[in-house]
């Protein structure tokens, strides 16, 4: 199994920046592709980007040049760097691993919300 801890979400003021982070636990050597997804309130969950454990990065093109994913393999852990907020980017936000077979591992969500 794969355990994932997700922190770093919260209130943010439009045009600010936050980072997400993804601790990842347990049968982390399984582990080939991780990204972070999100779901806005009464929408269905969507791709924002991902990353292979070659560093290969894969954005949601709406989020090209504000977002970044990043990762740390001594740390074991994924981030999320996101600049110039807007209101839309309000989401939970959750963290995601595909491990051999393949079977995906979902965090339990860190919530961001972007308003004055």
């Known amino acids: 199994q794969v355990q994932l801890v997700e922190s770093g979400g919260g209130l943010v003021q439009p045009g600010g920046s936050l980072r997400l982070s993804c601790a990842a636990s347990g049968r982390i050597f399984s582990i080939y592709l991780m990204g972070w997804y999100r779901q806005a309130p009464g929408k269905q969950r969507e791709l924002v980007a991902t990353i292979t454990i070659h560093n290969n990065t894969n954005y949601a093109d709406s989020l090209k040049g504000r977002f970044t994913i990043s990762r740390d393999n001594a740390k074991n852990t994924v981030y999320l760097q996101m600049n110039s907020l807007k209101p839309e980017d309000t989401a939970v936000y959750y963290c995601?691993?595909?491990?051999?077979?393949?079977?995906?591992?979902w965090g339990q969500g860190t919530q961001v919300t972007v308003s004055s």
């Open positions: 995601n691993a595909i491990t051999y077979g393949p079977t995906a591992h």
